[in-house]
Structure formats: C-alpha cells, structure tokens
C-alpha cells in the first residue's frame, strides 16, 4: 500500500528520464540499416512470430503495438523489421539492453541526485544544479535559450502551435516569475542539456518529465513521446490532475484503483478533492488515505535515491501453452539454468560494485490439473542467498518443493508451471576502499561505522528482465507453511501483521541509537517484509533491515561530504551477534576475513536460533 511522506519545506526540482523505444534503439545503434524503419523487437519464443517487447515510433504509425506477436504485427506493417532478442542458455539475454541503460544513467548522473528506476528509467534530483544556475547564469533572454528547451512542452501554456516555441522561451526566461517556476524553469535548460548529451554521446533519444516531485514528474514524462520534455509548474497542477485518470497513476492500476472507482466513484485523481482525509482515511486506512488525500492535491514527498545500480537481480522464464512444466525434473533442468545466470550476475555485481546481495527469492506461476481456473497462486519463496551455483541451484529447487508443497494443499494431483524466475534481492554495498565486510560490524575496539547506499528489499521492476514475473513480496508471505510448523524446531505461525511488528520491535530494540527509524519503518512497511522464516532464525533479514536502516542515515552524510564513519550514524553490531551461520553464506573472501575476527565464533548460537540454511525449507518429503 502507497505511503504518505512529507513534502519538503524547499521547492525540488525532479525529473524523471524515460528512453524511447529502448531496445529498439539499441538494435537500431548495433545495426544503423534499422534507422528509421519500422522496427520491434521480439521475445525468445518463435509462437506465433514471437511476442513484442519493444516497438519503433515509426511502426507504432502502422498501429503495431506492444501487445502484438511477430506475425500480426507484419499483418499490420508488412514491412516491420522484427529483431530477435539476444538469446543465452535458451533464454533472453538483457546484458546488451542493460549496459546501454548503464551509459545513460552515467551520463544523467552528472548533474545530480540520480536514482536507476528500471533498465531504461532515471530519476533525477536537479534541485542544486538548478539553484546554482538560478545564481550564476539565469536565463533571462529569450533568443538565447536552446533550441531543445525551447521545444519543451509546457503544461498551462497556451497551446496554439504557431505561437508554442515563442511563449516557452518567453516562460523560461521570465523576470515576473516566482521562485519555484524559476527554478522549474532552470531544471528544463539542464534536461534539454543532459537529453542532447545522451544523444551526442549514446544515439539515444529520451523523453522525460520535470516538476517538484517524482509523482509529476513521472507522470508527464511520456505524454509528448519521442524525444521530447513535458514541464509540469505548480499552477497546472490542478487542471492536469482533474483529467487524470486514476488507472494512470502506477499505484492506482490495481485493486486500490479499482475500488476507487467502485467503491467511491472516482474516475479521475482530481475526483478525489471531493473526499476529505478522515473519509480517505476511514476507507482505506490512516497512510493510504492521507496518500491518496495528497496526490489528489499533486503533493508527493519522496525522495529521489542515490542509486545507479539495480536493487536487485532477477532471472526468469516463461512456459506458455504446451510448453509449460510438468515435472520436477523440467523445473530443475530450468531452474538450474536460472540460476546459473542469477550467479553470474551476482557474482560481477560483487566483482565490479562490491555488492552483496542477500535474499533468494523464487517466484512461480502454477496451475493444478482439472482446476485452471483456481484463483490459488503460488506463493513466492525466500531464504538467504547462499554464493555460489551449486548452492543457489539446490536452494532455488527447495523453495520450488516447499511453494509446490502449499500450492497443491496436500492434494494429489498433477500441476503445470507456466513462468519460474528467481531474485536475489537485498543488496548492499561494500564501503568503498575496502573489500572487507569488516566495517559493518562494530567490533569491541572498532568505531568504524559505513556509509552504505540506500537498498530496499522490494524486486526491481520487472521490466529489468523481461519475461521475470516478479511478485512484490507480500506480508502473506509471514504464514508459515504447514510443513513448516511440523519440522520440529521453533516455529510460529504468526501473522502478518504480527510479523511486521514484531519485526520492528526486534530492530528498534537492536538500533536504539539510529536516527530517522520511524521513516524507515514507514518504508519498510510499504515495502513489504520478508518474514517467512522461523522464529529466531531471521538474524540475516533483520541483518539486511539493518543495513537499510543504516544506509539511511550514512546516505545522506556521504552525499553532504561528510565523514564516513561519522559517529552520529553509527550502525552498532555486537560481536556476540554474528551468527556463524550467516557468515557462511557470505563469499569466500569476506568469510575468511570474518572468521579471522569472530573469535571464538559461537556455536551454540547457530542451533538455537536455527539458522542454517536448511531450516528455511520444509522436511524433505518421501
Ligand atoms: N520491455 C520488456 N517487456 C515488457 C515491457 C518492456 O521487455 N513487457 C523492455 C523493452 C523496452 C524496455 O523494456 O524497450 C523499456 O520499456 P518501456 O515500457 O519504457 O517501453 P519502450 O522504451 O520500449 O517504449 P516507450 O518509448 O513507449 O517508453
């Protein structure tokens, strides 16, 4: 559920960057013949010409659409260029896609505050850049603006096409304006900028969406696609959301949208105004109502993360029709095959970016024989990510046993499975001029303390790997399974609920001294927590909460220059707290130098908390 946050006093100014057609334009930039033409490209699976994943403007003009497969689109434009996507252990590779998307965030993230949304997606914070041109060089006239600021659209201004250039450089550059336009203004002439640079640089086009919040920003990003700039001033605020349609808002196009428009009548954002917060509130809960009371109001106080790499890794595969599987050794064939990409890509992050990621997640799409209708999903699976092939290959397959185990309900009866894929998720940096792990863990004579990036254990988009189903993990996943309840160690079903606060509970007793926690809990619980293990044994997830809790505050001093290991964002471990079975799953190196430090490691602390890889699945089932 969608969280309310508090709108900073100062004014932002946000962009949101949104490439065009991306995986076409990088087919088009490895084959220039391409430029021009109308263009898709198609998924791995030759069913009916493949499925499009991506689609050229000029073929968008023939009306080939996204939704098409290979041969309907040639139906509608017989002249469609249809490229494959590359293709790896029998299955897309996005390598290419993403190292493209890794240029232009490098780009994008010169001018300021830049958070890496999904494979083609940035957002940017240009509040200081903005301000400092406000100081140094403000536009003031009109001939002199470029031509790609120039060209930007402007939400609120007359929209006569004669006059359109005219009246945005006349905006750009008024002296009457207030403070916030002005600066809205300046973050317009640095997009155009930062867009021609991409462009000179990659032979990329994007498009994008500037305003003081996320919300708007990405909101408007794509309403004047190709290549073009869409600002949003506050006074257009009002109007733009009275036509909104609630199903355009990302939070809004499930069951909460739905029932907006069932429940209250609400068709469009600006429909909202008419409800007050308590009537929000009482419908929906006290944070989704005062959410939903806010963005009908064009109010949104996230922050812009500073975060250039993915939040997590996904690996997946679909099994449409007759290909779908229909037992254990297909799935393990397949899942070996995810995982052995899943590893890799963990492996390179921690190589290259000193990351290491630290839940395992498998998601599944199933149905049972005779009930395919059944609205009973698989559920999601997680446990602590162990390095190595062998070992997430045998862990993916035991969270595949146990999901199977409480989708089929003890029933006998045949299954098939229609898409597997597998994340590795809650990532967090190495600080920076060390390899060691060391720094996290505040030992008896150490006051180090990191500077660790911002991480959140909600899956990256799907869209940073086609074909992955990534379900959001939800708090059902806090029931524990039956089999799990009848493993004989100290289990609980507890509930969600329970769960989350318990959860907090734990960590506000472990963090008394960390600043900013009830934010954090606020995040986390919009985040949704992954509490599937047993009693106790969750020292690695509340490890991983920790480092969120931690990255909160060190982000923030890092970004203001301020001293790494500062004590006032001390992220305080006790030795005793290290469990020797959480640093097993940790790589080799980082192991040794652990073990090194933990003396004498202790043991007794491994059983009674039962937390060794093997109590996060069920018992093996004969
Ligand atoms: N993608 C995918 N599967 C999907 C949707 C998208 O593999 N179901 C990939 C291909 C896209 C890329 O992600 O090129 C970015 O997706 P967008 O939704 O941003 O769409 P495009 O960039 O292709 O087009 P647009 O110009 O409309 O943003």
Known sequence: MPVARREPQEPRVIAHVDMDCFYVQVEQRRNPALRGQP??????????????????????????????????????????????????????????????????????????????????????????????????????????ILMEAAKSNILGLPSDPNEKEKNVRAWLCRSDADYEDKLLACGAIIVAQLRIRVLEETQFTCSAGISHNKMLAKLVSGMHKPAQQTVVPSSSVQDFLASLPVKKMKQLGGKLGSSLQDDLGVETIGDLLSFTEEKLQEQYGVNTGTWLWKIARGISGEEVEDRLLPKSHGCGKTFPGPKALKNSASVKGWLDQLCEELSERIQSDLNQNKRIAQTLTLHARASKENERDSMKKFPSKSCPLRYGTGKIQEDAMKLFESGLHDFLESQNTGWSITSLSVTASKIFDIPSGTSSILRYIKGPSSSASPAIPNSSSVPEDPSLDNNVYVTPIHEEQCELSTSEKEDGKRYSAISAKQCSANEEKRISKKLPEVKGQSALHEKRKSDGLICSHPVGSSLEANRAEEHNVSAQGADRSSTNGGDEHSGSNAWMFNVEDIDPAVVEELPPEIQREIQGWIRPPKQPSTKRRGSTISSYFPPARS
Request: proline share 5%; hydrophobic share 40%; charged share 25%.
């Open 39 to 144: 263009t898709a490209v198609v998924q791995y699976n030759d069913w009916k010409g493949g499925g499009l994943i991506a689609v050229s403007y000029e073929a968008r003009g023939f009306g080939v659409k996204r939704s098409m497969r290979g041969d309907e689109a040639k139906r509608v434009c017989p002249g469609i260029n249809l490229v494959q996507v590359p293709v790896a252990r029998g299955k897309a590779d996005l390598n290419l896609y993403r190292s493209a998307g890794s240029e232009v965030v490098a780009i994008l993230a010169s001018k300021g505050k830049c958070e890496r949304a999904s494979i083609d997606e940035v957002y940017l914070d240009l509040t200081d850049a903005a301000k400092e041109m406000l100081l140094q060089a403000p536009p003031d006239s009109p001939e002199q």
